[in-house]
């Protein structure tokens, strides 16, 4: 690892994968903010960033097409060198009972989850540096089952195996590759979509007593980034405040 890390983070431009950019480029990192479509909120972390003592820069790409994951990693490069650190946030979410999923719905959520995590690896696990991190935000819905969370669970589920089959082939690299288990989490879009009172009866089912926050998943990714992290491969890191 350098003394200036060069990190990319997919899906940076809200939400966790929003906090874990601001988190490692407080430390001084360069990052790369990968986003889709929301090019102002992406700029908006990028300054973030910079304010803070870190430099970043903006990229748009779509991590479930190949192509794409390739000219993201191709840009972070050229602008802060190979890639030390590489964070998959990027993600969508879909909750629907299984028996009226479609295979639309089917094909949507494992392009956005599942492919997108395959070519994400795949495209860190040639490019990283030796002693490098790897991490993917997956979810507790992988390891608790609910209703109407199937195809979700699921397309999280294999990313976490991917994660433990590429640490073991990465291992002699000393690159070590976890994924974190969120579990409810205060996002935009959950404040956005779910009613307050939902909210707090879902805190209330959590042992530490409420939401995380955003943050509280970043400094687990931090964590992991860091040489503090260096023993630790192969793992899916439960940070459900207790709640599985």
Not at 34 to 55: K, L, P
Not at 141 to 151: E, S, Y
Not at 169 to 178: G, K
Not at 227 to 241: E, F, K, S, V
């Amino acid at each position: 690892m350098t003394d200036r890390p060069s990190v990319i983070v997919t899906g940076a431009a809200r939400g966790i994968g929003r906090a874990v950019a601001e988190r490692l480029g407080s430390q001084g990192a360069g990052v790369v903010v990968n986003y889709r479509s929301d090019a102002e909120t992406a700029e908006a972390v990028v300054a973030t960033i910079r304010a803070a003592g870190g430099d970043a820069t903006a990229v748009p790409a779509d991590v479930a097409v190949p192509e794409q994951v390739q000219r993201l990693f191709d840009v972070a490069r050229r602008q802060y060198g190979d890639p030390d650190v590489v964070v998959h946030c990027a993600a969508v979410t879909h909750f629907t009972p299984l028996a009226q999923a479609t295979d639309a719905d089917y094909e949507q959520v494992f392009s956005a989850n599942t492919r997108a995590t395959f070519a994400t690896l795949r495209a860190a696990a040639g490019q990283v540096v030796d002693d490098g991190r790897i991490i993917v935000i997956s979810s507790g819905a992988a390891v608790v089952p609910r209703a109407n969370a199937g195809l979700y669970a699921a397309s999280k589920a294999a990313g976490d195996q991917l994660v433990r089959v590429l640490a073991t082939e990465l291992a002699a690299r000393r690159i070590t590759v976890n994924s974190v288990l969120p579990g409810p989490t205060r996002t935009e879009t959950v404040v956005a979509t779910v009613p307050d009172d939902r909210l707090a009866a879902i805190a209330a089912d959590i042992p530490l007593g409420r939401l995380a926050e955003p943050a509280d998943i970043a400094d687990v990714v931090a964590f992991l980034a860091s040489d503090a992290g260096r023993w630790i491969t192969g793992q899916a890191i439960h940070a459900g405040g207790g709640m599985f």
